[in-house]
């Protein structure tokens, strides 16, 4: 005969059990059960946080949770990166990463300290636009072949500003240079607005902006020559592209998307994919970047990684050829 503490005791533990394993699949079924932090490797008040407020409100809309904005900057977008890639892979901290910070940065700094690739698992490619080639409207030149003649007649003269070394601004600045073939000295400054400011007032003669800049074109502070890409641009389409001045190898526009830590579960992966390719496809969000210059992508995280892999060619390319770090 079985005592009946003991009985009592292997009934106690069969249900602890059952109620562990109920808690445990409930649990995977409700993600997100709490908050989602949305990390942003720059300031606030950049392209890259204005995009990543737009998704994370989408987000909070799709996934019926919170998601937060948390800016963690500092060194060219490697702190948050870093951050992020050593968070639990759980789902609720997400990078919204750029070209910038995903491809230009472990490419060209060897103490960077993630592998993209390796330490990340993409979940959706959100966003990608454009650069416009800008100088100061009042002494500036007033179309490219100006610029690229003045550039010309005195080699390594003319300075051009970006937001530091290894961002895309000096990446696309240093394709220009190579597609027109002049010498031109690189200024970086940290963050866009001092990038601009430096240039209206007359420290630099040209930079590459995101559309986001459109308030400067719009009060005639900055004047926009040329665009990259394969169109113009519905905000502004009087400006030529590169492709139509002859100038090759000027497509490198700038992308931004959503990335988990890697050994993220493959279904929470799959509910971020959705979510994010579904934010995308709204019309307030569509709206909402449209205004801004900036165009909706939505794409798989397989295609995400893709894109990363082929930009991250072009950088090391490049990077033998030009200056891309100190």
């Not at 641009?233 to 590169?242: C, E, G, H, Q, R």
């Amino acid at each position: 005969m079985i005592h009946l503490k003991y009985f009592l005791s292997g009934k106690q533990v069969v249900i602890s059990t059952t109620l562990a394993l109920l808690a445990l699949t409930t649990s995977a079924q409700e993600y997100p059960s709490k908050p989602i932090t949305l990390v942003v490797p720059f300031p606030p008040g950049g392209s890259t946080d204005v995009q990543a407020r737009l998704v994370a409100k989408g987000l909070q809309e799709q996934l019926r949770a919170t998601v937060i904005v948390d800016n963690k900057a500092g060194a060219s977008g490697a702190i948050g990166t870093k951050y992020v890639a050593k968070a639990d892979a759980d789902g609720y901290t997400l990078l919204f990463g750029s070209t910038s910070s995903l491809a230009a940065e472990p490419v060209l700094n060897e103490k960077a300290g993630f592998d993209p690739l390796k330490d990340f698992a993409m979940v959706s490619l959100s966003t990608d636009l454009p650069w416009l080639l800008v100088v100061e409207c009042q002494k500036g030149p007033k179309d490219v072949a100006k610029l690229i003649e003045a550039a010309k007649a005195r080699p390594g003269a003319l300075n051009y500003s970006s937001v530091g070394y290894g961002s895309a601004s000096n990446l696309v600045g240093e394709m220009f240079n190579q597609s027109a073939n002049i010498k031109a000295a690189h200024i970086p400054y940290k963050g866009e607005a001092p990038a601009i400011t430096g240039l209206i007032g007359g420290e630099v003669e040209y930079t590459f902006v995101s559309p986001v800049a459109m308030p400067h074109i719009v009060s005639k502070r900055i004047c926009p020559l040329a665009v990259t890409g394969d169109s113009r641009l519905a905000l502004l389409p009087m400006v030529p592209t590169f492709n139509e001045l002859g100038l090759k190898n000027m497509n490198f526009n700038v992308w931004y998307g959503i990335v988990a830590p890697a050994k993220t579960p493959a279904k929470i992966l799959q509910t971020l994919e959705r979510a994010s390719i579904n934010v995308v496809k709204t019309p307030e969000f569509a709206k909402s970047v449209a205004a801004l210059g900036i165009t909706g992508v939505g794409t798989s995280g397989a295609a995400f990684a893709k894109r990363l892999e082929a930009d991250q060619a072009a950088i090391r390319a490049l990077s033998k050829t030009a200056r891309l770090k100190e």
